[in-house]
Nanobody, 129 residues
Framework: EVSLVESGGGLEESGGSLRLSCATS????????MAWARQAPGKELEWVAV????????IYIESVKGRFTISRDNTKNTLMLQLNNLKTEDTAMYHC??????????????????????WGPGTQVNVSS
């Protein structure tokens, strides 16, 4: 059974940093692309970053480029997201997700609510001004 468990969230001041982790089990981690998405209160779930199975290809939404870094450790079956220079608009529940393929798909064809991506329960990030 697929299991994704996020950790590392918390309260941070604007300009600060956090490092999120996602511990995975129940599937061969190194064979699947992974993603982070977030949902702020009253808003839809949105993609944040995606990484291919090997970790050598990544994409980000415009608002986090240069501030967030997605990475993975295939020896530890763990996905990470480094959040730097946090802004109040980064406040959200952050979820890690498993794609059903190795490579990053054409994201214009995928919405975060697709049934083909498996999401974890999330970790809350709150950024104060």
């Amino acid at each position: 059974e697929v299991s994704l468990v996020e950790s590392g969230g918390g309260l941070e001041e604007s300009g600060g940093s956090l490092r999120l982790s996602c511990a995975t089990s129940g599937f061969i981690f190194s064979q699947y692309a992974m993603a982070w998405a977030r949902q702020a209160p009253g808003k839809e779930l949105e993609w944040v970053a995606v990484i291919n199975n090997g970790g050598d290809s990544t994409i980000y939404i415009e608002s986090v480029k240069g501030r967030f870094t997605i990475s993975r450790d295939n020896t530890k079956n763990t996905l990470m997201l480094q959040l730097n220079n946090l802004k109040t608009e980064d406040t959200a529940m952050y979820h890690c997700g498993k794609f059903p393929m190795r490579n990053i798909p054409d994201m214009s064809d995928w919405t975060p609510r697709t049934k083909f991506v498996y999401w974890g329960p999330g970790t809350q990030v709150n950024v104060s001004s």
